[in-house]
């Protein structure tokens, strides 16, 4: 590796051939488990395609997606953070979407839900501005791009806060579902015997020239796999409260149940830069 010019690439990777040696000393690896972890490794590409990223999930299955979300937030692991993984279903550009506005794009079953969010900097000081892009499953447990019956960024859309601080949106309540177990993941998980199931959350990335791009999800107070996501993805500040509404909802023309949340978050100041779509 002495050769490489880059300081850092030299010292990631020779840290990753060190570890990879040690790692193969360690379980004494026999050259058919070498096989099936390349074939593994090939079939990982071979799933992934502009609807749906293979590498992500097998990263996000096996904690290390989180694990580098907590590397680089909340001090380096020292304090709780409210950032989580980016997960493999975010797209670039979701349909610019006026507050108090909806993101369901298409007949799509469920209670419905009215979001209150407010975005501030760390002493408590309103920050307008923030382009907010916030994403989720159906509660039928598919993303708009996996799903024919669904429109075109359906259950997507991009806000931005008022003077206050402030986004308002309306959606419908989400539901916890599996994540895609037709690949090598998928494998991985039944050779393991673990669920496939991520609970309910929606999605939120927060972006403002001039702060850290927060990255999180908020997820239903009432999911029975809060404490089992299968990728590792649930911290105590990141459970939201949903609360089931009283009376008459805040729009007409709503029957049966329907829900509120209310949440803040809070935004860092450091370099406002966007992620690389995991799909398109």
Request: charged residues 20%; contains cysteine.
């Amino acid at each position: 590796m002495s050769r490489t010019p880059d300081a850092r690439l030299r010292e990631v990777v020779a840290a990753f051939v060190r570890h990879m040696h040690a790692f193969a000393r360690e379980v004494k690896l026999t050259e058919e488990e070498f096989e099936l972890g390349v074939d593994f490794l090939n079939r990982i590409g071979q799933s992934t395609h502009d609807a749906h990223n293979e590498g992500v999930l097998f990263s996000d299955a096996i904690g290390f997606s989180t694990l580098v979300c907590l590397l680089n937030n909340g001090q380096n692991g020292a304090t709780e953070t409210a950032s989580a993984l980016l997960g493999p279903f975010w797209r670039m550009h979701s349909p610019a979407t006026e507050n108090g506005g909806s993101i369901v794009r298409s007949e799509t079953p469920g209670p419905a839900l009215f979001a209150n969010c407010r975005i501030t900097d760390p002493d408590g000081n309103p920050l307008p501005d923030v382009e907010v892009d916030i994403w989720q499953a159906s509660p039928v447990g598919l993303y708009e791009n996996q799903d024919p019956g669904q429109a075109d960024m359906n259950l997507r859309g991009k806000f931005r806060t008022d003077a206050e601080g402030r986004i308002w949106f309306r959606s419908v309540k989400p539901a916890g579902y599996p994540v895609p177990t037709d690949g090598p993941v998928g494998d991985l998980l039944r050779a393991q015997l673990r669920h496939p199931y991520r609970p309910a959350h929606l999605h939120f990335l927060c972006y403002k020239p001039g702060y850290k791009t927060l990255i999180t999800q908020v997820f239903v107070d009432d999911d029975q796999h809060l404490e089992s996501d299968v990728v590792f993805g649930v911290t105590r500040h990141l459970i939201g409260d949903f609360q089931q509404g009283v009376g008459a909802a805040p729009v007409p023309g709503i029957d049966g149940p329907w829900f509120r949340l209310t949440y803040d978050f809070v935004m860092e100041a450091g370099e406002a830069k966007l992620p690389t779509p995991p799909i398109r």
